[in-house]
C-alpha cells in the first residue's frame, strides 16, 4: 500500500513564526502535492512538484513555499505564519499523468494565533 | 480552467435508501474525473475514477459513478446506504492534457445516515 506520512497531526504556532510541514511518501512517486482544505471551500491546491528540485504554483501560493530537495519528501513552508493561514493541510502523492490516483496524508491541523 | 460543483453541501438519506451525490464540472479539454470520500480526521480515500473508456465507473464499497459528457456530469450513486457511509464526499476534475498539474475539487457534501 502506497503510504503517504505528514509530520505533524495538530500544530499551534503564533502569527509570524516560520513554519514547516514535512510530507513523506514511500512509493517512488514522481509528483506530490499541497492542498489546504477549509470548511465549505474544499481543497484547494497551494504547490505541487512533479520532480526534486522542481516546483509549480498552484491556485493559492500567497504567503507559501515549498521545497523538494529529495523525491520522498516535500515540505511546505509558511515564511511568517497568519492568522488566515489556520486551516488543515493535505499532502497527496501521484505517479505519472493526472490520470493517476492521488494519495492523501491524514493531514496536519494548523492553528496559527 | 476547471472548475467542479457538487449541488448540496449536506445529503440525509435514511440506512438503506439510494444515495445519489450530484457533481458538475466544466473543463476545456475532455476531463479525468475523480470521488473522492474523507472520513472524520483522516486524509482522503479514493472512491473511483473515471479516465477513459466505459462511462459506468464502478468503485470500492459499492459505489459507482456515470460520466455523461452531454450533461458534463459525473454523479455518485450507491443503491443501499449503510451507517458506515457518513463522510464527506469530494468530487474532483484533472486536465488530461498529459501533465501531473493537480486536482480541482468541488466543496464537498457531507452525506449523513439516518438509521
Known amino acids: 500500500d502506497v503510504k503517504v506520512t505528514q509530520s505533524s497531526r495538530y500544530l499551534v504556532k503564533r502569527t509570524g513564526e516560520k513554519v514547516f510541514l514535512e510530507c513523506v511518501q514511500d512509493m517512488d512517486h514522481e509528483n506530490m502535492f499541497w492542498y489546504r482544505q477549509d470548511p465549505g471551500l474544499g481543497l484547494r491546491l497551494i504547490y505541487f512538484s512533479y520532480d526534486v528540485k522542481m516546483k509549480e504554483k498552484g491556485d493559492i501560493p500567497e504567503g507559501y513555499s515549498v521545497s523538494r530537495e529529495k523525491k520522498e519528501r516535500f515540505s511546505l513552508i509558511l515564511e511568517s505564519a497568519s492568522t488566515n493561514q489556520t486551516s488543515m493541510y493535505l499532502c497527496?502523492?501521484?505517479?505519472?499523468?493526472?490520470?493517476?490516483?492521488?494519495?492523501f496524508g491524514p493531514g496536519t491541523r494548523l492553528l496559527v494565533l | 480552467a476547471q472548475s467542479v460543483t457538487q449541488l448540496g453541501s449536506h445529503v440525509s438519506v435514511s440506512e438503506g435508501a439510494l444515495v445519489l451525490l450530484r457533481c458538475n464540472y466544466s473543463s476545456s479539454v475532455p476531463p479525468y474525473l475523480f470521488w473522492y470520500v474523507q472520513y472524520p480526521n483522516q486524509g482522503l480515500q479514493l472512491l473511483l475514477k473515471y479516465t477513459t473508456g466505459a462511462t459506468l465507473v464502478k468503485g470500492i464499497n459499492g459505489f459507482e459513478a456515470e460520466f455523461k459528457k452531454s450533461e458534463t456530469s459525473f454523479h455518485l450513486t450507491k443503491p443501499s446506504a449503510h451507517m458506515s457511509d457518513a463522510a464527506e464526499y469530494f468530487c474532483?476534475?484533472?486536465?488530461?492534457?498529459?501533465?501531473?498539474?493537480?486536482?480541482?475539487f468541488g466543496k464537498g457534501t457531507h452525506l449523513i445516515i439516518q438509521p
Open positions: 497527496a502523492s501521484s505517479l505519472g499523468t493526472n490520470q493517476e490516483t492521488q494519495y
Open positions: 474532483a476534475v484533472s486536465d488530461s492534457g498529459g501533465g501531473a498539474d493537480g486536482l480541482t
